[in-house]
């Protein structure tokens, strides 16, 4: 299945909660790079995790030290 991230989306890893929220950098083919709260950058393999969206406001996201 086909992940619609674009740079700057905020994810979730769903098997690592305790890396946090995470700010997408790169998509590039199924590779995602993604910044996350508690484990820094990360690539990750879409074609074998399906990271979760999280859809908030500017104002969380910035509480979370991301733009």
Partial sequence: MKQFLE???LV???G???WGLG???S????RITVNFEH???VVINASHVFLEQVFSTRVTAR???YR
């Fill in 7 to 9: 740079p700057g989306n």
């Fill in 12 to 14: 979730k890893h769903p």
């Fill in 16 to 18: 690592k909660a305790d």
């Fill in 23 to 25: 700010q997408v950098q």
């Fill in 27 to 30: 998509v590039i083919d199924d």
């Fill in 39 to 41: 484990s820094g950058k």
């Fill in 63 to 65: 509480s979370h030290g």
